[in-house]
Nanobody, 123 residues
Framework: QVQLVESGGGLVQPGGSLMLSCAASGFPLDYRTIGWFRQAPGKERDWVSC????????RYADSVKGRFTISTNNAKTAVYLQMNSLKPEDTAVYYC????????????????WGQGTQVTVSS
């Protein structure tokens, strides 16, 4: 069974940090682009970051550049999103998704999705 499972969300104060994990089962993450997206209540699902497991290239949305870092483990069975200097506007449900080998940002280009993990930034 093909599955992506996110974990690591929670409640954090502004300026704090969280690390989200995305574990894959049933299929390899090799030769794919893995993306992180987020969706706040009443808003569209926005692309946050992605990484190519082909060549390690990473991309970030301007809103998170310099604060978030995406990475994979050596076995390419998991993808992580380290989030630092969190702001209230980062509050959303965060999803990981697996696409093809091409680096893309549109949600429709990703075939597999996790169930999401809630991140709340509040004092």
């Amino acid at each position: 069974q093909v599955q992506l499972v996110e974990s690591g969300g929670g409640l954090v104060q502004p300026g704090g940090s969280l690390m989200l994990s995305c574990a894959a089962s049933g299929f390899p993450l090799d030769y794919r682009t893995i993306g992180w997206f987020r969706q706040a209540p009443g808003k569209e699902r926005d692309w946050v970051s992605c990484i190519s497991t082909v060549h390690g290239t990473t991309r970030y949305a301007d809103s998170v550049k310099g604060r978030f870092t995406i990475s994979t483990n050596n076995a390419k069975t998991a993808v992580y999103l380290q989030m630092n200097s969190l702001k209230p506007e980062d509050t959303a449900v965060y999803y990981c998704a697996a696409g093809s080998q091409y680096i893309v940002r549109a949600p429709r280009e990703y075939s597999y999705w996790g169930q999401g993990t809630q991140v709340t930034v509040s004092s």
